[in-house]
């Protein structure tokens, strides 16, 4: 069967309840049904959207799906009732690009990702926040070629994502310092002492995301931010 890719730009997907499935189901080549946040077996694309307050009465609360490449978008409240991924679950691959998961939850692991035994994740820019006693990621051998650079998490204990870049910011415990959900579509702004802010030199900030989830241009005040969201810059470059 065919990959699929969903156009979901500048959408929000809010809030949804599934006993069984998530939110845009994706089976074979065909958008079957729209109950939670996304669900199928083939890639999903998800880009410049957010998923809020969704439930899977399994695994991936958010969304889930064989390869997952997600852009600009961000994850919240989302909950996997009795599995792992509250934010998104792959079956293979995971790939995040100035994405925010933020207090997303699950029974079994992974609060915010969990991907596909053996497979690559790969992430950039993003924000990965759970509350205490949880853990971000839920990851089984992940593949040698996975790649990380410019991302934040908060693991208590540990780095469940596995973060090792030395661009990587592994906090235990910290806050994302991110204000509550607002906005159209509704998203997480980094406050004005976000740990997440001008984190990324302007020669390292994406050549292919130039503006954020709301068309905020990048960088802003010469660095950009961290996470799914451009915050406006206030001042004067000296």
């Known amino acids: ?24 189901a994706v089976y074979g080549d065909h958008a079957v049904a729209v109950q939670g946040g996304a669900h199928g077996t083939q890639s999903l694309t998800g880009a410049s959207s957010t998923f809020v307050d969704n439930l899977s009465g399994g695994s991936g609360g958010g969304g889930s799906g064989g390869d997952l490449w997600i852009t600009n978008s961000t994850f919240t409240g989302n909950a996997a009732g009795s599995g792992s991924g509250g934010g998104i ?16 939850s699950a029974t079994s692991g992974g609060a915010n990702v969990r991907s596909g035994t053996g497979q690559p994740f790969h992430s950039f820019a993003s924000v990965l926040a759970v509350n205490s006693d949880a853990s971000n990621c839920a990851m089984t051998d992940p593949s040698p070629s996975s790649t990380s ?13 596995g973060f090792d870049d030395p ?9 994302p310092g991110l204000g509550a959900v607002g906005g159209t579509p509704p998203v997480l702004v980094p406050e004005d002492t976000s740990p997440l802010l001008d984190t990324i030199p302007a020669a390292s900030c994406s050549a292919t995301l130039p503006t954020d989830q709301v068309g905020t241009t990048r960088p802003q005040g010469g660095r950009c931010d961290t996470g799914a969201i451009e915050v406006p810059f206030q001042g004067e470059i000296v």
């Open 149 to 161: 650079s410019y991302n934040w998490t908060n693991d208590d204990v540990g780095d469940s994502c």
């Open 1 to 24: 069967t065919a990959d699929v890719t969903l156009d979901m730009a500048g959408y929000a997907v809010q809030p949804n309840n599934s006993a069984g499935g998530r939110g845009i």
């Open 89 to 104: 679950y792959a079956g293979k691959s995971v790939r995040l690009e100035h994405a925010t998961f933020a207090f997303n």
């Open 167 to 175: 661009t990587d910011v592994v906090d235990h415990g910290g806050d």
